[in-house]
């Protein structure tokens, strides 16, 4: 089960902190990964991260502003949202994976993530 927290309503240029919490003793092992869908669009992806945190993957969009991280001892994944604009404004979900397949792979559709949480909603406002 994953439990996604810290949306809310932030002003252009602003910062948020998204928390993914999950549960089972496997989530160390597991790859995780940020995805976001804004009203009337597809679901994108956001952020992968591999089971060490070693290895990261972002989207092009995001890149230099958002930051996935994760805390295996609190079974938690993080995504530090900085500089956020009004197009950042999207419903946010945790998502996670045994793998064992490359970060890109997630992040070009190329694999799949097998669990979900049910989303945080991020607001930016101009």
């Known amino acids: 089960q994953l439990v996604e927290s810290g949306g809310g309503l932030v002003q252009a240029g602003g910062s948020l902190r998204l928390s993914c919490a999950a549960s089972?003793?496997?989530?160390?092992?597991?790859?995780m990964g940020w995805f976001r869908q804004a009203p009337g669009k597809e679901r994108e992806f956001v952020a992968a991260?591999?089971?060490?945190?070693?290895?990261?993957y972002y989207a092009d969009s995001v890149k230099g502003r958002f930051t996935i991280s994760r805390d295996n001892a609190k079974n938690t994944v993080y995504l530090q949202m900085n500089s956020l604009k009004p197009e950042d404004t999207a419903v946010y979900y945790c998502?996670?994976?045994?793998?064992?397949?490359?970060?890109?792979?997630?992040?070009?559709?190329?694999?799949?993530?097998?669990?979900w949480g049910q989303g945080t909603q991020v607001t930016v406002s101009s």
């Open positions: 998502a996670a994976d045994p793998g064992p397949w490359p970060l890109t792979d997630y992040g070009r559709g190329a694999a799949a993530f097998q669990s």
């Open positions: 089972g003793r496997t989530f160390r092992t597991y790859v």
């Open positions: 991260i591999n089971w060490s945190g070693a290895g990261t």
